[in-house]
Nanobody
Framework: QVQLVESGGGLVQPGGSLRLSCAAS????????MGWYRQAPGEQRELVAI??????TYADSVKGRFTISRDSNKNSVYLQMNSLKPEDTAVYYC???????????WGQGTQVTVSS
């Protein structure tokens, strides 16, 4: 069993920055994927960024603005969000995907609101 706890969301003005953190507990394998998804009101949940070992993948809408990273013990993942736009407003969810079964674990979500 895996538990994911996000932190770092909040209200920020357009052009500002936020850093999201996700702490994973339980049995974590170094090859498990970790990432961030988001869901805006009335929209489907979408991929923001994922990381596996040193390989990162980003949604086109956040490339060049967001950076995903994972600490050396593989139990935490971070999302540095710069140059935030109102359209980045959403609930952001931390995700862990088992490397062998592709089973998904989700955090409870953290609200990010970009508004002046």
């Amino acid at each position: 069993q895996v538990q994911l706890v996000e932190s770092g969301g909040g209200l920020v003005q357009p052009g500002g920055s936020l850093r999201l953190s996700c702490a994973a507990s339980g049995i974590i394998f170094g090859s498990d994927f970790m990432g961030w998804y988001r869901q805006a009101p009335g929209e489907q949940r979408e991929l923001v960024a994922i990381i596996e070992d040193d390989t990162t993948t980003y949604a086109d809408s956040v490339k060049g603005r967001f950076t995903i990273s994972r600490d050396s013990n593989k139990n935490s993942v971070y999302l540095q969000m710069n140059s935030l736009k109102p359209e980045d407003t959403a609930v952001y969810y931390c995700n862990l995907k088992r490397w062998h079964t592709r089973f998904d674990y989700w955090g409870q979500g953290t609200q990010v609101t970009v508004s002046s």
